[in-house]
């Protein structure tokens, strides 16, 4: 992802190259702007250099004196350094050469050195010869090629036949985290709305819940293996209830009369202007993949007149997977939005009569399974939507008209915000009058959270809106560190209302003053959620009595609450069990080999980081796969007994190095 550099100065003397935002490197992109660079390194002195250069480096030994050079002669004999398999084949070589050498003398010997006949030599020689196992390569490789061929059924490809042996004595699995026991793509996790909690709120039926920014209202977002998938359950959380397991088992996917369970067709008026802002204050889009596919399938059918071929083109559409385009965290929102029944499309399509958006009836998977086949069956002309069971708030009717977008402001990174200016166009052309004209908040604007905060002077849009105090604003930040603290990457959505009157000028509003004045609507908690097979895969690894251990570039917080999730990080860990890569790194050779078990959790890792974790793995006797996708990753594959590299999202460089290619980028294959 794009990173914004600055031209301030960094005081910290150990900062991990990640974080050095005023440092550009090498082999980098630029994706826009202009800037003026000094250049502190060049060749092998640059970060590249360095990856190249510890590629080139061998893994050292503590070996002094006789002990060096009786390990030196080791592996020249091929006796250290390599993989089981092949200290074994070259011991039993060395056997077999030295049974063979004692029988050959053997044979002379029996002559008693005495008129030696001539051929004498030639039954030493062969009765040397017969001790070879001929058989014994072809068997070896036959054998490795087989499993090599099972593990390529497995989406797992070997570059190297030994690595196939060695991946079956490991003690330990050195994994990234994104892509590989994560599926590599945010998704929205968790929203919070500033208002009391329905189940302790006493607000008539109908009546608009009050502004409360110390409790709040907080929502539970579904996302399963797709997670671009636009259908889900949304449940609201109970106050100071335990977390709601982000991923619904087969009980929770039918339980679609539990209280919680939000109802599209009655959303609470604040949430539902927390869906409007995120849906329409984005560029992303959401589609089905396959498209060109089942265009071809129907044209050939049409062309053919085979009604089955056109069935089948139909049917390839519907089962093909979501595709999306767009900055990855607008294509969370826009998931999360269509699974609350308010996505971009259905907000900004013009209707004519009761005709729906492009992508048909988006309906959340509570409110589909509840509907009977019959219903299903009936013309698609509105999305079929039920009540809430924990609200009895009037249904909300089918949006009348659609909305239009007049200012698009991008964002911008150095204010790290965006905002939209869009106008309500009523589907019988009638006036809302001078504050609904405009929709629902004229400007909506999304971004870190500090930064929109400054911008806002109230919590909500309704009619009950309050003041946004000093005290307001604290309980807001206390907020976004609780949902930080979970491993989630925090947003805030906030808006206005622009009146009426002003519409002809709103272009030429400055921005300045269009994303001033705001009223804050709520936080959206974006993570990438682990793959729903990661968490069997690695008890599989523990119950097997190998280890996982997570190394990774990302926050703490966000590996910790992953690794925990997926089971490699529990209670019974220590207090080492995360450690940061700037921790590890500070430590001494003897100061690692010193800690009774080393760290699960590494993060914010530079290449040398997870070198060094190979490397005091070797050191206490233990094998070790190495899993990674970047230039960044191959010098820790390489110097690992077994490098895996991502075929889907791997560099090549990576894929070089490696032992094995990973076709699915999945940890359960490993």
Known sequence: ?????????????????????????????????????????????????????????????????????VH?????????DSTPLQITLNKLAYWLLLGAIILAITVVSSTGYKDMPS?????????????????????????LAVACRELAARNAYVRRMDAVETLGGVHNICSDKTGTITLGRMVVKKVWIPVKSVFLSRAAPGERLDYDTVTGETYAVESGTDPFYPR??????????????????????????????????????????????????????IHRGGGKKKKKAAAAANANGDGNEQGAADNEGANAAWEANGDPTEIALQVFAHKAGRGKPHLTAARRGNAVHALGRVVSRASANIQTQNLARQSEQQLNRIHTTHSDVDS???IDGHYE??????????????????????????DHGNDYDLVQTGADVKGAVERILDRCTHIGLGENKIPLTEE?????????????????????????????????????????????????????GIYDPPRPESHGAVMDALRAGIAVRMLTGDHAATAASIARSVGILNDTHGPLAVMTGQEFDALTDEQIDAIPELPVVLSRCSPETKTRMVDALHRRGQKTVMTGDGVND?????????????????????????????????????
């Open 119 to 143: 051929s004498i030599a030639t039954y030493s020689v062969a009765a040397a010869v017969s001790l070879i196992p001929e058989s014994l390569t072809a068997v070896t490789s036959l054998t």
């Open 405 to 430: 977008m007049l200012v698009e402001h991008p964002f911008d990174s150095t204010i790290k915000r965006m905002s939209t200016v869009w106008k309500f166009i009523p589907e019988d052309g009638r």
């Open 634 to 670: 191959s010098p820790a594959l390489k110097r690992a007994d077994v490098g895996v590299a991502m075929g889907l999202n791997g560099s090549d460089v990576a894929k070089g190095a490696s032992d094995i290619v990973l076709a699915d980028d999945n940890f359960s294959t490993i």
């Open 396 to 398: 909300l009717p089918l």
């Open 1 to 69: 992802m794009p990173v914004s550099k600055t031209a301030d100065p960094i005081d910290q003397p150990d900062c991990p190259v990640g974080d050095r935002t005023n440092m550009v490197y090498s082999g980098s992109q630029v994706t826009k702007g202009r800037a003026r660079c000094v250049v502190t390194m060049t060749g092998m002195h640059t970060e590249l250099g360095k990856i190249a250069k510890a590629l080139e480096a061998k893994q050292g030994t503590k070996e002094e004196g006789w002990s060096l050079l």
């Open 232 to 285: 889900g359950t949304i449940r609201v959380l109970r106050p100071g209830a335990a977390e709601a397991n982000n991923e619904m088992d087969s009980d929770d996917e039918d339980d679609v009369t539990a209280e919680n369970i939000v109802r599209i067709e009655s959303l609470e008026p604040s949430f539902q202007e927390f869906v409007h802002s995120a849906a329409l204050n984005n560029m992303a889009t």
């Open 72 to 80: 030196r002669l080791k592996v020249g004999l091929g006796l250290a």
């Open 472 to 524: 307001g604003k604290e309980e807001i930040i206390d907020r976004m560190d609780t949902l930080a603290a979970e491993g989630l990457r925090v947003l805030c959505l906030a808006a206005k209302y622009i009146p009426n009157a002003r519409q002809d000028e709103v272009k030429s509003i400055p921005r300045d003053e269009i994303e001033n004045g705001c009223c804050f609507l709520g936080l959206a």
